[in-house]
């Protein structure tokens, strides 16, 4: 509200005042005797279940990274290709992987007891050529030449 010509009218501003301090107090008190039924837990839904990530004896396990498709690279070498990008995430992977392990190992977990996916022998994990991007762009450009 923009004051009068003559001033702010005190008694007004007083009692918009004590009416905010009364509504507040109102909805403090609402709170303090909603308390004891919001402290139930509220189940999450199946879609935000899927979103937590999988813990073992309180770590994380990491996911393994998604290989990018056959259309996911233009083949025009870009300085950072999709295929780059995924050995990163692959280096990131294996280091992460390898930290979990370390973790449960000085927990002195049996392996036999970890999930499948982070065992030492679970390596299913391929290691492509180093440079991918790189060799599919000169395997397009020899086919072109080829033609």
């Given at each position: ?68 498709g056959s259309d996911d690279c233009c083949m025009s070498g870009c300085a950072i290709c999709v295929h780059d990008l995924y050995q990163d995430s692959l280096a990131a992977h294996a280091a992460a992987l390898a930290s979990v392990r370390a973790s ?44």
């Amino acid at each position: 509200k923009r004051p009068a010509p003559g001033g702010q009218n005190l008694s007004d501003r007083f009692r918009r005042l004590e009416n905010m301090l009364l509504a507040k107090h109102s909805l403090t008190q609402t709170i303090a005797a909603d308390a004891p039924r919001a402290r139930t837990p509220i189940p999450m839904p199946a879609t935000l279940q899927k979103l937590q990530p999988a813990t073992f004896h309180g770590l994380v396990i990491p996911e393994e990274p998604k290989a990018p498709g056959s259309d996911d690279c233009c083949m025009s070498g870009c300085a950072i290709c999709v295929h780059d990008l995924y050995q990163d995430s692959l280096a990131a992977h294996a280091a992460a992987l390898a930290s979990v392990r370390a973790s449960l190992a000085s927990m002195d977990v049996p392996v036999a007891q970890w999930p499948a996916r982070i065992r030492p022998d679970a390596d299913t994990t391929a290691q492509p050529k180093a440079r991918t991007a790189l060799s599919a762009f000169e395997e397009f450009e020899r086919a072109l030449e080829a033609k």
